[in-house]
C-alpha cells in the first residue's frame, strides 16, 4: 500500500445539519483521506442500520417506529430474490454493472455522497474512503416478525453480505469514476463485534463472521479496494485479521494496549501489511473530548506503540508499527455537537501531521 503511513481519516458520522458543511469540513481537514458523511441529523435514514437497505431484497423498513425488518417468507421477497442473485452474479462476477445503480445510496439514505463524489473530482488524492455497516452488525441489529436475527437465519446472512458487497462495489466504482487514480477504502463498521464472546451471542459461530467479512472483503480486493474494520471497542482481534481485511481501526484512547493481548496475530498481520488505524480522539467521550489535547494523545499513542512492541517480544519492532499506523476518531461524532466534531476533527490530522514529520518528515504542507 503507498504512502499510507501516518495518514488521517474518520468515521463516517457528524452532527451537521447542512451536508455542504459537513462535506467542507471533511475536504478542509483531512488533505490525504477524505470520507462521506453519514448525516442523521439530516435525515434518520442515514442511521448506519438503515442506510443501506435499497435494493436488498426482504428489507421493511417501519417508519413509524423507525425500525427495519426483514421478511424472508412472502412471495414477493423470492421473487425479488431471484433477480438480485442474478445482479449480484452480473456485477460481481461478470463485471457487468448495468444493474449496479439498483444499489446505490440515494436520498434519504444519503444527503452528502454524491457532493463527495462531485468533490473528489480532478484533486488527485491516493485513497478516498467510503463505508458499509458490518455483516456481523447489521445481522444481529435486524430481526423478522418472531425476534430472529438475522444472522442466525443462514440463507438471509448471505443475503446481506451480497448485499453489502454490492454497497461496496458501487462505492468503489463511484469513486474511481470520479477519480480514476483514487484507491477506495471500504470501511465495514463493526461496534458488535466488541460483544462476540459474550453471552448475549454465546452460539454465534467464529467461522461465520470470519467468512461473512472475508466474502466482502475478497470482493473488495479485486475490485482495486483496501477493506478496513472499524470496532470502537475491544474485540477478538484475531478474527479480523483471519478474514483477510487490511486495516483494524479501534478505539485507541479508551483501550489503548488491547492490540497488546494479540501480539502473534497482529505480528502476522503487519508483515502481510496490515494496517492499524488508531481512534485516538474520543468522540464517544464528551467530557474526555473537552479535556484533551494534542499533546495527551501524543502519550497516548506512544504508550500503544511501546506496549505492542513489548508484548510482541522483539518480533514487532517500533518502526514496523509506525509504518503501519494510521489515525482516525473513536468512533464516529455524530453524537457530539458541532464544536466538539469539529475539534476532534482537527485533532485527527494534528496527529498525522505531527508523528509524519517526526518520524518520517513525509507530510507535505
Given amino acids: 500500500m503507498k504512502n499510507l503511513t501516518l495518514k488521517a481519516t474518520a468515521i463516517g458520522s457528524l452532527p451537521h445539519k447542512d451536508s455542504k ?10 488533505k490525504d483521506i477524505p470520507f462521506w458523511p453519514q448525516l442523521s441529523n439530516i435525515n434518520k435514514h442515514e442511521e448506519m442500520t438503515i442506510q443501506y437497505l435499497q ?15 426483514y421478511d424472508a417468507l412472502s412471495d414477493e421477497f423470492f421473487i ?7 445482479d449480484y452474479e452480473a456485477i460481481v462476477n461478470e463485471k457487468n454493472f448495468s444493474s449496479l445503480d439498483k444499489y446505490a445510496i440515494t436520498p434519504p439514505y444519503s444527503s452528502a455522497i454524491s457532493l463527495y463524489f462531485e468533490k473528489l473530482k480532478n484533486k488527485n488524492y491516493e ?14 441489529s435486524i430481526c423478522d416478525k418472531d425476534n430472529v436475527c438475522a444472522f442466525y437465519d443462514e440463507t438471509y446472512r448471505e443475503v446481506l453480505i451480497k448485499g453489502l ?12 469514476k470520479h477519480s480514476p487514480e483514487t484507491t477506495p477504502i471500504i470501511f465495514m463498521d463493526e461496534p458488535v463485534m466488541s460483544q462476540y464472546g459474550t453471552s448475549a451471542f454465546i452460539t454465534v459461530k467464529r467461522e461465520d463472521i470470519v467468512n461473512a467479512l472475508s466474502d466482502i472483503t475478497k470482493v473488495i480486493k479485486d475490485f482495486g479496494g483496501l477493506s478496513a474494520v472499524h470496532c470502537c471497542g475491544k474485540s477478538d482481534w484475531s478474527v479480523l485479521i483471519d478474514s483477510g481485511i487490511d486495516m483494524i481501526n479501534f478505539d485507541a484512547f479508551a483501550y489503548t494496549k488491547s492490540l497488546g493481548a494479540y501480539a502473534k496475530d497482529m505480528d502476522r498481520f503487519l ?25 495527551d ?7 500503544g506503540v511501546s506496549d505492542l512492541e513489548k508484548k510482541s517480544n522483539g518480533k514487532i519492532s517500533k518502526d514496523m508499527i509506525l509504518k503501519h499506523s494510521l489515525f482516525t476518531p473513536s468512533c464516529g461524532a455524530g453524537g457530539l455537537n458541532k464544536e466538539l466534531a469539529q ?9 498525522s501531521v505531527y508523528f509524519s514529520k517526526k518520524y518520517f518528515n513525509n507530510y507535505e504542507v
Fill in 165 to 176: 458487497t454490492l454497497k461496496a462495489v458501487w462505492q468503489i466504482e463511484q469513486i474511481k
Fill in 127 to 140: 485513497y478516498a474512503k467510503g463505508q458499509i455497516i458490518g455483516p456481523f452488525t447489521w445481522g444481529t
Fill in 55 to 69: 435494493g436488498i431484497p426482504g428489507l421493511k423498513f417501519d417508519e413509524e417506529h423507525g425500525k427495519l425488518f
Fill in 271 to 295: 508483515k502481510k501489511d496490515g494496517y492499524i488505524a488508531w481512534g485516538l480522539v474520543p468522540t464517544l467521550d464528551r467530557d474526555a473530548l473537552e479535556k484533551v489535547t494534542l499533546e
Fill in 297 to 303: 494523545l501524543i502519550k497516548k499513542f506512544e504508550n
Fill in 343 to 351: 475539534k476532534a476533527m482537527k485533532l485527527v490530522e494534528e496527529l
Fill in 21 to 30: 458543511d459537513a462535506i467542507s469540513l471533511i475536504f478542509d481537514t483531512f
Fill in 80 to 86: 425479488e430474490l431471484e433477480e438480485f442473485f442474478m
